[in-house]
Nanobody, 126 residues
Framework: QVQLVESGGGLVQAGGSLRLSCAASGRTFSRNGMGWFRQAPGKEREFVAAVKWSIGSTTYADSVKGRFTISRDSAKNTMYLQMNSLKPEDTALYYC???????????????????WGQGTQVTVSS
């Protein structure tokens, strides 16, 4: 099992910034990559960004490209999401997730991620 704990959410005005963190513990050696997803009320959970753990390659949803940056600290087993130029439409519950499969292309599908955190709320006011 891999345990994931998110932190860093909060309330921010449009145009502001937040940094989310996700600390991993447990059988982290089984993890091949990690990602961030978000879910707004009444909407499906959607992909935000992900990183392939071993080599640090990244991928982003078009809606956040250029505004959000995903990174990881292998020594701390922690993943980050730096969110800049936040918009009201970024308001959602943000989830950290990890996958164990071996994929050539970093997955963006909810079902391919094996482990999930509890989520941290991000609210952007206009």
């Amino acid at each position: 099992q891999v345990q994931l704990v998110e932190s860093g959410g909060g309330l921010v005005q449009a145009g502001g910034s937040l940094r989310l963190s996700c600390a991993a513990s447990g059988r982290t050696f089984s993890r091949n990559g990690m990602g961030w997803f978000r879910q707004a009320p009444g909407k499906e959970r959607e992909f935000v960004a992900a990183v392939k753990w071993s080599i640090g390659s990244t991928t982003y949803a078009d809606s956040v490209k250029g505004r959000f940056t995903i990174s990881r600290d292998s020594a701390k087993n922690t993943m980050y999401l730096q969110m800049n130029s936040l918009k009201p439409e970024d308001t959602a519950l943000y989830y950290c997730a990890a996958y164990t499969g071996s994929y050539y292309v970093i997955p963006k599908t909810v079902g391919l991620y094996n482990y999930w955190g509890q989520g941290t709320q991000v609210t952007v006011s206009s």
